[in-house]
């Protein structure tokens, strides 16, 4: 059958249904979706005889990690669908656009009746669980947010190596408040035997209790103790505005610094709420990429990003902040001590050609060659290979596998501290002392010329 589109009615980010308006003498929306938000907008009143085998099927997908969707179906009448487009595009106008015009888009996707499931297996990229794997060795809280029934994230979440086989795993999904408060209640009391006993953790958390959780100051406090000392916590059948408000909620509440990463339009509101937003390359679109502060063409390439790159600015950073203090202190005191040894009459004890040279050579030319050329540790070495006596860079194992142990020195701030700070201004002061005192009482000697008593340095 041949079907001409209509106009488009559904943005991905917004729901996690997408619908389509199809016309062949009958108007038809068909929608695919979550089986949470699917069912939720089912017929009550029809028949659907497939929904007990379905339920059962999507449990029997979810446990073994496919990730599931249900698609649905109504006939819309021509009238609606014209009052529906003519309201949808008035709204654009609108102050409150967006809310209006979900607001028409969800009361269009009502009644509909279950045409059947799917289950897809998404395959896991190369080296996903080993890069999880050492984010988690370098103290680096990894929290899932995603979409997928409970069974599927929990699954995808141990084959990636998020949940680990050590981990003991606290699991909320009550939709009852009262409910919820008594389950997180006990949840903190277990997650408390395991901090005693030095045992990791790990939270599921479901997005009904989630939007509980997140309107009751009381729980997210609960939540918020609660999932600050987990090592990896999962959320799922969240929505796109439920990722953002979770990383909003671990930077307002928690005070941490945030990396999110996507590859869909579904994680462009996370990845825009997060101090760091990472793209990924996918069969998704460049949503994800176009809103991102960094794009990898693989999740592996976040290794090296936060180990290696991050770790070499850090200290490239935090070097070159006590270099200034140094090179500036050191620089202005043989002037101050200047002023007081020629009566403050205003000269300046450096040749101005000095001076000059001084801000190029010295200040910018460090600066630059340091952030290009400073590698304190690298994992990768040139060797010269025996057979064509070609050089080629090759990776040292067991240097890489200790980079997750390094990630302290920039998570602890080591470098740049109040100490090395005093340290680099002491350093300077003494430098500033030598170079004027010096040239101050130097034995010089010339018969040729006669030379002031203070010489320029």
Same mark, same amino acid.
């Given at each position: 059958?041949?079907?001409?589109?209509?106009d488009?009615?559904?943005?991905?980010?917004?729901?996690?249904?997408?619908?389509?308006?199809?016309?062949?003498?009958?108007v038809?929306?068909?929608?695919?979706?979550?089986?949470?938000?699917?069912?939720?907008?089912?017929?009550?009143?029809?028949m659907?005889?497939?929904? /007990?085998?379905? %339920?059962a099927?999507?449990?029997?997908?979810?446990?073994?990690g496919?990730r599931?969707?249900l698609i649905?179906?109504?006939v819309?009448d021509e009238?609606?669908?014209?009052?529906?487009?003519?309201?949808?595009?008035?709204?654009?106008?609108?102050?409150?656009?967006?809310?209006?015009?979900?607001g028409?888009?969800?009361?269009?996707?009502?009644?509909?009746h279950?045409?059947?499931?799917?289950?897809?297996?998404?395959?896991?990229?190369?080296?996903?669980?080993?890069?999880?794997?050492?984010?988690?060795?370098?103290?680096?809280?990894?929290?899932?947010?995603?979409?997928?029934?409970?069974?599927?994230?929990?699954?995808i979440?141990?084959?990636?190596?998020?949940?680990?086989?050590?981990?003991?795993?606290?699991?909320l999904?009550?939709?009852?408040?009262?409910?919820?408060?008594?389950?997180?209640?006990?949840h903190?009391?277990?997650?408390?035997?395991c901090?005693?006993?030095k045992?990791?953790?790990?939270?599921?958390?479901?997005? #009904?209790?989630? /939007?509980?959780?997140?309107?009751?100051e009381?729980?997210?406090?609960?939540?918020?103790?609660? &999932?600050? &000392?987990?090592?990896s916590?999962?959320?799922?059948?969240?929505?796109p505005?439920?990722? /953002?408000?979770?990383?909003?909620?671990?930077?307002?509440?928690?005070?941490?610094i945030?990396? /999110?990463?996507?590859?869909?339009?579904?994680?462009?509101?996370?990845?825009q709420?997060?101090?760091?937003?990472?793209?990924?390359?996918?069969?998704?679109?460049?949503?994800?990429?176009?809103?991102?502060?960094?794009?990898?063409?693989?999740?592996?390439?976040?290794?090296?990003?936060?180990?290696?790159?991050?770790?070499?600015?850090?200290?490239?950073?935090?070097?070159?902040?006590l270099?200034?203090?140094?090179?500036?202190?050191?620089?202005?005191?043989?002037?101050?001590?200047?002023a007081?040894i020629?009566?403050?009459?205003?000269?300046?004890?450096?040749?101005?050609?000095y001076?000059?040279?001084?801000q190029?050579?010295?200040t910018?030319?460090?600066v630059?060659?340091?952030?290009?050329?400073?590698?304190?540790?690298?994992?990768?070495?040139v060797i010269?290979?025996q057979?064509?006596?070609?050089?080629?860079?090759? #990776?040292?194992?067991?240097?890489? %596998?200790?980079?997750?142990?390094?990630y302290?020195?920039?998570?602890?701030?080591?470098?740049?501290?109040?100490?090395?700070?005093?340290?680099?201004?002491?350093? &300077?002061i003494?430098?500033?002392?030598?170079?004027?005192?010096?040239?101050?009482?130097?034995p010089?000697?010339?018969?040729?010329?006669?030379?002031p008593?203070?010489?320029s340095?």
């Open positions: 059958f041949f079907f001409q589109a209509e488009g009615i559904r943005d991905a980010q917004e729901s996690r249904g997408l619908g389509d308006v199809y016309k062949r003498q009958l038809k929306l068909y929608i695919k979706g979550a089986d949470s938000i699917i069912r939720s907008r089912l017929h009550k009143r029809a659907h005889p497939f929904l /007990a085998n379905i %339920d099927k999507l449990l029997e997908f979810s446990r073994q496919l599931t969707l649905a179906m109504r819309i009238g609606e669908l014209r009052n529906f487009t003519t309201q949808y595009l008035a709204a654009q106008s609108l102050p409150n656009r967006e809310e209006v015009q979900k028409l888009v969800d009361a269009l996707e009502q009644d509909l279950l045409l059947g499931a799917t289950a897809v297996e998404d395959k896991l990229q190369q080296n996903v669980p080993n890069t999880i794997r050492d984010l988690l060795r370098g103290n680096i809280k990894v929290w899932m947010l995603t979409g997928d029934k409970l069974e599927t994230a929990e699954n979440a141990k084959s990636c190596k998020l949940i680990q086989p050590d981990f003991s795993i606290l699991r999904s009550d939709t009852v408040p009262e409910i919820l408060e008594q389950s997180l209640k006990a903190k009391e277990v997650y408390d035997q901090v005693a006993q045992m990791r953790k790990a939270f599921l958390v479901e997005a #009904d209790a989630l /939007a509980i959780i997140l309107k009751n009381a729980l997210i406090k609960t939540f918020v103790e609660i &999932g600050s &000392g987990c090592e916590v999962v959320c799922c059948r969240v929505s505005k439920q990722k /953002a408000e979770v990383v909003r909620l671990i930077k307002n509440k928690m005070n941490k945030t990396l /999110a990463i996507g590859d869909g339009a579904n994680d462009v509101n996370m990845i709420e997060a101090h760091i937003g990472v793209g990924l390359y996918g069969n998704e679109g460049m949503r994800a990429v176009q809103a991102s502060d960094y794009a990898l063409t693989e999740f592996q390439g976040l290794w090296r990003l936060v180990f290696v790159h991050g770790h070499w600015c850090y200290k490239r950073i935090a070097d070159m902040v270099y200034f203090f140094y090179k500036n202190v050191m620089y202005a005191l043989p002037t101050l001590w200047y007081f020629s009566a403050f009459n205003g000269r300046s004890p450096y040749d101005n050609l001076s000059t040279f001084f190029i050579l010295f910018a030319f460090p630059i060659i340091r952030a290009i050329y400073d590698q304190d540790i690298n994992y990768k070495t010269k290979d057979v064509s006596g070609r050089h080629k860079i090759v #990776d040292r194992p067991l240097v890489k %596998d200790q980079f997750p142990n390094f302290y020195i920039s998570q602890k701030a080591t470098i740049f501290t109040w100490r090395n700070l005093i340290l680099w201004m002491i350093n &300077g003494v430098h500033g002392l030598a170079i004027i005192f010096i040239s101050y009482y130097a010089v000697s010339y018969t040729h010329l006669t030379l008593t203070i010489y340095v």
